[in-house]
């Protein structure tokens, strides 16, 4: 529910049971619209699994889904890493906190197991928005020996985000929409490697150049494809 009235909003925030509130304790900006925001609060009740994220409403009318880029329960931590777009009331929201702001916030949600222990090899796909995705799948993926790679479109000023936030073996490309080709994307090195075909595919960012993706991979062959369109241009949320 992206948008709705407020009455509604505030309806559903009384049903809804909401974490304490917790302290924007640091913000780093990776980039001039990516910034990481740090928050810490009593998280000691929840579980975080791979790709989690948690419904912010962002003002009366509006929520926006923003994906647990980090979450440390015993030192009630948490991180987040979201783009900072433009004008969106979700991206002013990010781009207006500060270390000392109070929020309230929903609790964490997931849609999609993303993660699969039996797995031989991971390909994940986004853009800015996935960077978060990419950062919560680094420790589970290391920790358990699993092949993995990241593939992200990403604006020119944001190239060195994935270096930036410690993420490995990833390849970024220029969002000049190469991701709508799919002749293009056929081309792409991942589809001549050995055994591809046996990887997990999660694509997601950009709805069109993930589902772009996805139709490329499963027509040559790709086994298990997990699609997630993060926002989708003229669309407020998903
Ligand atoms: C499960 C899930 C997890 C997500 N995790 C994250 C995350 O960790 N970090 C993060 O930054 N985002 C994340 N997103 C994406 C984020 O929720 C959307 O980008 C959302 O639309 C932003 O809301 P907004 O109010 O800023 O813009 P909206 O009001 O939703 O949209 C306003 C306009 O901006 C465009 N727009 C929206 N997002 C972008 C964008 N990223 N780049 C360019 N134009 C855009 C829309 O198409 C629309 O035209 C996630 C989404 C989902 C569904």
Redesign the pocket.
Known sequence: M?SAPKWLFDAVDLFISKLPYVVITNVEFISQT?KKIHLNGDFKDLSFPV?C?IDFR?SDT?A??????KADRENGFLE???????????????QELKPGDKIKMNKPRT?RNYYDRSANRFIVFG???????ACSFLPVLKQNNQDFHFYFELDDQNKNAPELLGLENYTTFSKNGSFRNEEWIAELPLFQTADFQKANFVL???AKSAQSFRKVAKGKGAQKTYL???????????
């Open positions: 992206p990516v790709g994220y962002v509006e926006r889904r923003y994906t647990v880029a987040f890493i979201v783009h900072v777009h433009g004008a969106g009331s979700g991206s002013q929201f990010m849609e853009d800015e928005t996935s960077l978060a995705l997601t960012g950009n997630h369109g993060y926002w989708l241009e003229g669309k407020k949320g998903l």
